[in-house]
């Protein structure tokens, strides 16, 4: 059987197959636990591909789907899943949509088959859209409430003003209140298709069982006429500005945002290990100089999420608001610094085995295996990306770092949330 099909050479004990309906398939053969994990990513889904009228789209989708297919109620669903103790969920990202199934091996077969129904023929009940659509709006409403929340969002707006990344994958109250039915249908008919399916296997299983498997389940599944095309990516164009919104809150949010690289672009890991030594961790330089040695922040972070185009670089804090400008001088500070001294070679060292060892143990379970090799093919960065990012942390250098440093963390976008002024003294004494 599979001599027809086109195969990669192995890498560690990864195997990856392309099936001839275009499902490229994943299998990492674990014989450790009686388990099997499974990760379907659709590759042109997610927050991507949503225009700003149908913004949370692809989250309402993945909240609908499992609750019925052509053959089956949610109930029958839950029945099947639940009656062997196996997990099946949905998940929408920003750069693709997720089905994710984990169950012990003997059952593996019939809940491929569940699987590959509730992805080739969901039913989105009517019934069932509108009750989602009020959890999500509850969702919508809930985070309008949380400082750190309204801050994110008003830095994403000013980061992305023109870009579905600018937009929660939420989506907002007004666009999820107007989703169909219809809309549902169209956004599964578009974007769901054999062609842009990637299936990742971790666990006890053989490679040769899981291609005659997903040959047996998804094989019928024929490549539309249509061709999908893909958008334009957005130009990002937007000019770094402040902006402040006054919440009803004990503390001030302070957060800065860069516009960062995109994951296959060369910056990317470095990038990535400045976020681990700004922000990750009690022994992270904005933890030690901003809340240890200066006691400003309450909480004090960074983080960079891999994206498919250019990703933000985020730095933030939260304060007490007197101390709100203060804050915002301590953080420009601290990564300005970036760009004017180089890391000692034990600051850098210290980075890099940190950042090295809890990527390592992000890989431990089926389904973190299952779900990072996926995502990397999603993405289209090819398994071998697990050896080269790791690659290139080890080869970062201090120079490189200030030269990256300069090239994006020098004129922040900055986003602040506040109580309003005559609340201070109120504030204080709580």
Same mark, same amino acid.
């Given at each position: 059987m599979t001599s027809s099909l086109n195969q990669e050479p192995k890498q560690q004990n990864?195997?990856? =197959? $392309?099936?001839?309906n275009g499902i490229i398939l994943l299998v990492v053969e674990n014989q450790a636990a009686n388990l099997v994990a499974c990760r379907c990513f659709l590759s042109q889904a997610g927050l991507r591909v949503e225009s700003r009228k149908q913004a949370g789209i692809s989250n309402l989708v993945a909240s609908v789907i499992t609750k019925g297919t052509k053959n089956l109620s949610a109930l029958e669903i839950a029945e099947q899943v639940e009656s062997i103790g196996a997990s099946l969920g949905a998940d929408a990202g920003s750069d693709y949509f997720l089905m994710n199934l984990k169950t012990? %091996? +003997?059952?593996f077969a019939e809940m491929l088959k569940l699987l590959s129904e509730i992805i080739r023929y969901p039913s989105f009940p009517v019934s069932e859209i509108d009750l989602e659509k009020k959890l999500a709006i509850q969702s919508i409403r809930s985070q309008q409430e949380q400082?750190?929340?309204v801050a994110f969002k008003q830095l994403r707006e000013m980061i992305y003003p023109d870009h579905p990344y600018g937009v929660s994958v939420l989506g907002t109250e007004a666009t999820v209140s107007e989703l169909t039915q219809e809309d549902l249908l169209n956004y599964h008919q578009s974007y769901f298709r054999p062609d842009h399916l990637i299936i990742s296997i971790s666990g006890r299983i053989t490679q040769e069982t899981a291609i005659s498997l997903v040959q047996e389940v998804f094989g019928d599944w024929h490549i539309p006429s249509n061709t999908l095309l893909e958008e334009s990516p957005t130009v990002l164009n937007s000019t770094p500005t402040e902006k402040i919104i006054i919440q009803d809150t004990q503390q001030s949010i302070v957060m800065l945002g860069y516009l960062g690289a995109e994951v296959k672009h060369e910056d990317y890991p470095v990038l990535?290990?400045?976020s681990t030594y700004l922000g990750n961790g009690?022994?992270? &330089?904005l933890f030690v100089e901003l809340r240890e040695k200066r006691g400003l922040a309450y909480d004090v972070s +960074?983080?960079?999420? =891999?994206?498919? /185009?250019? %990703?933000?670089?985020? =730095?933030?804090?939260?304060t007490a608001p007197e101390n709100t400008e203060i %804050?915002? %001088?301590?953080?420009? /500070? /601290?990564?300005?610094r970036l760009t004017k001294e180089k890391l000692t070679d034990i600051e850098l060292q210290g980075a890099k085995n940190k950042l090295l060892g809890q990527y390592a143990l992000g890989k431990q379970t089926n389904s973190e295996i299952a779900q990072i090799f996926g995502w990397y093919e999603t993405l289209g960065l090819g398994i071998k990306f697990d050896s080269l990012f790791q690659n290139a942390i080890a080869e970062v =250098?201090?120079? &490189? $770092?200030?030269e990256v440093a300069n090239r994006y963390l020098t004129n922040p976008y900055i986003s602040i949330v506040k109580p309003p002024t005559k609340n201070l003294d109120k504030v204080k004494h709580i």
């Open positions: 990864i195997h990856r =197959t $392309i099936l001839p012990i %091996a +003997a059952d400082p750190f929340n990535k290990l400045i009690l022994s992270s &330089r +960074a983080f960079y999420p =891999t994206r498919l /185009e250019a %990703a933000p670089f985020i =730095t933030y804090m939260g %804050a915002i %001088a301590g953080i420009r /500070e /601290e990564v300005l =250098t201090s120079d &490189r $770092i200030m």
